[in-house]
Nanobody, 122 residues
Framework: QVQLVESGGGSVQTGGSLRLSCTAP????????MGWFHQAPGKEREGVAL????????SYTPAVNDRFTISHDNAKNTVYLQMTRLKPEDTGMYYC???????????????WGRGTQVTVSS
């Protein structure tokens, strides 16, 4: 079973920032695109950000395009999600996900982490 391990969630006020981290096994990190999904309470999981390091592409869902930044550290097999100007609607579980191709990622056909909770209070 693939282990994607997230960390960095927490509680912040509106306008605050958090950085999430996800570490993957090296063979997964090297061969897959990696990114993040958000599941708000009572809603379906939705893709937030994706980075395909091997082809140099990054994409975001429009709702976070100017607030969240995805990045990576090859030496640590880790992908990050820097979240700024957080809003209450950003509250929920954030899941690290990995897929070989971007289309697989966005349709949810991924390896998954267990998630980390983010709570944004107004």
């Amino acid at each position: 079973q693939v282990q994607l391990v997230e960390s960095g969630g927490g509680s912040v006020q509106t306008g605050g920032s958090l950085r999430l981290s996800c570490t993957a096994p090296e063979h997964i990190y090297r061969s897959n695109c990696m990114g993040w999904f958000h599941q708000a309470p009572g809603k379906e999981r939705e893709g937030v950000a994706l980075e395909c390091v091997r082809i140099g592409t990054i994409s975001y869902t429009p709702a976070v395009n100017d607030r969240f930044t995805i990045s990576h550290d090859n030496a640590k097999n880790t992908v990050y999600l820097q979240m700024t100007r957080l809003k209450p609607e950003d509250t929920g579980m954030y899941y690290c996900a990995a897929a070989e191709y971007a289309y697989q990622f966005w349709r949810g056909d991924n390896y998954w982490g267990r998630g980390t909770q983010v709570t944004v209070s107004s």
